[in-house]
């Protein structure tokens, strides 16, 4: 039993997406914003996003 095992959880609150830049086929930033555009959320860039050498790193937190 682990404290972030199911019978510890009461609520879920957000989802959190780590879309890591070595995959060469990860969206931009700026296509995943257009798709998720009518839900609350926060999303950032990280420190290893070089859109310019195809390196789209970012997180986006999205309140369920």
């Known amino acids: 039993n682990t404290k972030r095992g199911g019978?510890?959880?009461?609520k879920i609150y957000c989802m959190?997406?780590?879309?890591d830049g070595k995959h060469k086929n990860?969206?931009?930033?700026?296509v995943i914003?257009?798709?998720i555009s009518d839900y609350e959320f926060v999303?950032?860039?990280t420190h290893?996003?070089?859109?310019?050498?195809?390196?789209?790193s970012y997180r986006i937190i999205l309140l369920l």
């Open 7 to 10: 019978e510890s959880v009461d």
């Open 16 to 19: 959190v997406a780590d879309i």
């Open 43 to 45: 999303a950032y860039s």
């Open 26 to 30: 990860a969206p931009s930033l700026k």
């Open 48 to 56: 290893s996003h070089d859109p310019q050498k195809g390196n789209n």
């Open 33 to 35: 914003l257009t798709k």
